[in-house]
């Protein structure tokens, strides 16, 4: 079955063409950040690697990897590789902690960012005949402007609500009749709690299509977004040290996310940093092949995911990321068991009764970890008495030791009584000061 194309030909581009255009890229790129940002010259000076070395894709690995501690140390314009002058637009993500992650864009950078979420949101469907819900936040978060442009590019009617202000977005729902909603999967969850509370029903919105990424997400909760909104998810997935949304996107398999490689040359490395091959789960090292602004040789993402280079029935060549279920700096250590919230999202809806709504509390209590999982219950499981919800508990409790291989505590909270984000959900909250 073909699949609707932005960029038919670049999107089935066959996998020997796509080699030559990453080569023909790559070389010219190590050259220009040589030439240009004094950052790379030193360590590429260091590795022994002088641009003449690269003669395309398989050349990589001499490069040395980039760090985010690298841009933090140039925080904020130090890897910037193009003049103040050519720079047109700044983004910045707020990391957890320090300093926020920078990016700076030129003319064709935004040009080429705004195709890309234009290739994104075509291949989830949308065209100019959708009116487009964006309440992803706009600022110098990259989700809200990135989304913007790549949806008015597709000609579908933009509505550049932002986040927040969850009752207007209820009203806007109703009264514009979006058909598409682009925004974090926790806060497309809380929009669908709030219309539920607000008695309001899916008969009165006209949503077909929610393009959800920025955080991860598993296929439970994707499942109850569909059910709860009566639309299709798709996963769309991007950082801002590559541009922000639209790096790669799922099609209608829902078997992963197509990398534009065209534009960004992906690897997998393994803990000792060597490259892994294609089906093997680990850390994502994306090369930016076309940006100008601020391009990256060998970033490390430290988002986990495998690489899959079968075909994929829509046609397109490009290969696919699994969906990325963690980043490896949100893995906790209880008691010795790497533990994913992720894992933990999977295992509790599995339990009938609960909510996707959840949050972590870790804590050192003498030289032991404890953790304790709190689970929002579903509104009408309100009405049961305290030993069904007991039950309940520990129904919890036993799929989270046979999934996750741990004890822990749960608790179970009332519905609506979890903080909830209006952009990326913050679900672990760890008090060991480790
Ligand atoms: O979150 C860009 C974005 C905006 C992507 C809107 C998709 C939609 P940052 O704030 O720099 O940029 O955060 C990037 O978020 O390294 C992943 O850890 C995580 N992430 C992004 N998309 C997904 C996804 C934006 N679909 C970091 N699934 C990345 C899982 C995701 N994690």
Excluded at 208 to 232: C, N, S, Y
Excluded at 241 to 265: R, S, T
Excluded at 368 to 384: A, C, H, I, Y
Aim: hydrophobic content about 35%; aromatic content about 6%; glycine content about 8%.
């Amino acid at each position: 079955m073909a699949d609707l194309m932005w960029s038919r030909e670049l999107e089935t581009i066959s996998r020997d063409e796509l080699h030559a255009l990453q080569s023909e890229r790559l070389v010219k790129l190590v050259k220009r950040v040589y030439d240009n940002v004094p950052f790379y010259r030193n360590k590429m000076d260091v590795a022994g690697v002088k641009p003449e070395d690269i003669h395309g894709v398989e050349d990589i690995v001499l490069l040395p990897f980039t760090e985010k501690k690298d841009l933090r140390d140039n925080y904020p314009f130090g890897l910037f590789a193009a003049p103040q002058s050519e720079i047109v637009r700044i983004h910045a993500s707020s990391g957890t902690t320090g300093k926020p992650t920078v990016a700076g864009y030129t003319k064709n950078d935004l040009e080429n960012w705004t195709d890309l979420v234009a290739r994104g949101l075509t291949c989830a469907g949308i065209t100019k005949n959708d009116t487009v819900h964006i309440a992803y936040g706009y600022g110098l978060f990259t989700g809200g402007l990135g989304a913007h442009y790549g949806a008015e590019r597709t000609g579908a009617a933009v509505i550049p609500v932002s986040g927040g202000n969850t009752q207007r977005q209820l009203m806007l729902l109703r009264d514009f009749k979006p058909t598409a909603i682009l925004c974090t999967p926790s806060y497309a969850l809380n929009l669908a709690d709030a219309m539920e509370k607000a008695g309001m029903s899916t008969d009165e919105i006209a949503l077909r299509v929610g393009v959800f990424g920025a955080e991860p997400w598993t296929d439970e909760m994707r499942a109850r977004l569909q059910e709860k909104l009566h639309i299709d998810a798709r996963d769309i997935y991007g950082l801002t040290e590559m541009m922000g949304p639209g790096v790669a996107m799922e099609c209608f398999e829902k078997n992963g996310l197509h990398i534009w490689e065209d534009h960004f040359l992906p690897e997998i490395i393994g803990e000792n940093l060597k490259p892994l091959p294609d089906g093997t789960e680990g850390e994502l090292v994306f090369t930016t092949l076309t940006k100008e602004g601020m391009p990256l040789i060998r970033y490390r993402t430290h988002d986990l995911t495998l690489l899959d280079d079968t075909p994929c029935s829509c046609g397109r060549t490009h290969r696919r990321m699994k969906r990325v279920h963690a980043r490896s700096d949100d893995m906790l250590i209880i008691r010795g068991v790497n533990v994913f919230p992720s894992q933990i999202e999977h295992a509790i809806l599995q339990v009938p009764g609960v909510t996707p709504e959840y949050q972590l509390i870790v804590e050192r209590k003498g030289n032991l970890d404890t953790l304790e999982v709190q689970v929002e219950l579903d509104r009408n499981m309100m009405s049961d008495t305290v030993r069904d919800l007991e039950n309940l508990q520990k129904r919890i409790q036993m799929q989270l030791a046979s999934d996750v291989l741990i004890s822990c505590q749960v608790k179970l909270c009332t519905p609506g009584s979890l903080p909830r984000s209006e952009g990326k959900a913050k679900r672990i909250i760890d008090k060991r000061n480790l």
